[in-house]
């Protein structure tokens, strides 16, 4: 038998219990976990809420960790939540053998589990989705969550000029500050909702309180140097259309999240006028061979300190309190669990 953490029932906390040892089958590796990082992700599939539907119970969450196999240090993926089987916050779990990605050497595991898939869509969603070129402006929406943050270093890594953030806290502002952000503007307090989802940085959600575009699109602006050439947007909502207003004529908006709201006040007038590009992006589209060399890269660049996110690494034994907190929203730190 092994630890893990297992849900029972779609809306409820989670509980450590013991589990049978996974058996790997045709295909098959079995991981023996390190770290498992709760993201916003396992918090929507456990409420049963998601666009999976219902998961099969009971199950072990965990859509991501770090562990070895083989004698190598690896970052896995799994489907829990998404798919009938067990994910990572297990002492053992099981994933497919091509989608182990082995980490450089130097690798803290606690750090890459942190970063793990939001970091690759932060690097994706700028790159490839982006396309962003050497010496432009960003402009980071929600840069104090983990995608946020990942998305002002890997900004700068690729050459952009200047980089501006958003975030609603003021442990979020310092966080996207501490991160390498030129500038960073308050968004206004936020209401939750029910059922938002997103990729992006807090399982909070929440429509902002002010519809003040005009009000918000003026602070940007001020903040920026110039017109933008790109936003990443994890929010939508009303920052997503404020953060429009700043962009230069062909600029791009990559939307990768709906923490602030489900719409978007995006105008017509904004739109055509500059004739404004506006991307979605899911690391679920992503080719498996596109998503292990962006976890390689965001591997490395951790390896070498150049890339991190601000995480809390928390024992096993202590999953259902840091769990809770996640899911009201009590801190915006990304959670990692200790199962070595």
């Known amino acids: 038998m092994m630890r893990a953490l297992q849900i029972d029932e779609c809306g409820r906390p989670p509980a450590v219990a013991a589990r049978p040892e996974p058996v790997p089958g045709p295909g098959l590796e079995l991981v023996r976990v390190v770290a498992a990082p709760i993201t916003p992700l396992d918090l929507l599939c456990a409420t049963g809420t998601s666009y999976f539907g219902l998961p099969a119970l009971p199950y072990v ?18 489907a829990a939540g998404m798919a009938p089987g067990d994910g990572s916050m297990a002492e053992l779990a099981l994933a ?117 575009v005009d009000g918000l ?43 602030a709201a489900e719409t978007c006040p995006l105008d017509s007038a904004t739109l055509r006028s500059r004739s404004l590009r506006v991307l979605g992006y899911t690391n679920n589209e992503l080719p498996r061979e596109r998503r292990a060399a962006a976890v ?12 991190a996110v601000t995480h809390e690494v928390v024992p096993l034994d202590q999953a259902a309190r840091a769990w809770h907190g996640q899911t009201s929203g009590a801190s915006g730190v990304r959670i990692v669990l200790d199962l070595g």
């Open 217 to 259: 699109a003026r602070r940007f602006a001020d903040a920026c140097d110039g017109p933008v050439d790109l936003v990443l947007d994890p929010l939508y909502g009303v920052p997503a259309a404020a953060a429009a207003r700043t962009l230069r004529p062909g600029g791009r908006l990559v939307n990768l999240g709906s923490a």
């Open 61 to 78: 969450p965990g859509v991501q960790g770090v562990g070895s196999a083989g004698g190598r240090l690896v970052w896995f993926p799994t």
């Open 96 to 212: 497919r053998a091509e989608d182990l990605v082995e980490l450089p050497e130097g690798a803290d595991p606690f750090a890459v589990a942190a970063l793990g898939l939001s970091a690759v869509a932060a690097y994706q969603a700028l790159t490839w989705r982006g396309e962003l070129a050497a010496g432009e402006q960003v402009l980071v929406l929600g840069g104090g969550g983990a995608v946020g943050q990942a998305a002002i270093q890997l900004a700068r890594l690729a050459g952009a000029r200047r980089v501006v953030a958003a975030a609603r806290s003021a442990a979020g502002l310092d966080r996207a500050r501490q991160a390498g952000a030129d500038a960073v503007v308050p968004l206004p307090p936020a209401v939750p909702t029910p059922g938002s989802a997103s990729d992006g940085p807090d399982p909070a959600a929440g429509e902002l309180a002010s519809g003040d």
């Open 296 to 307: 390689a890269h965001v591997a490395e660049q951790s390896a070498a300190g150049r890339l």
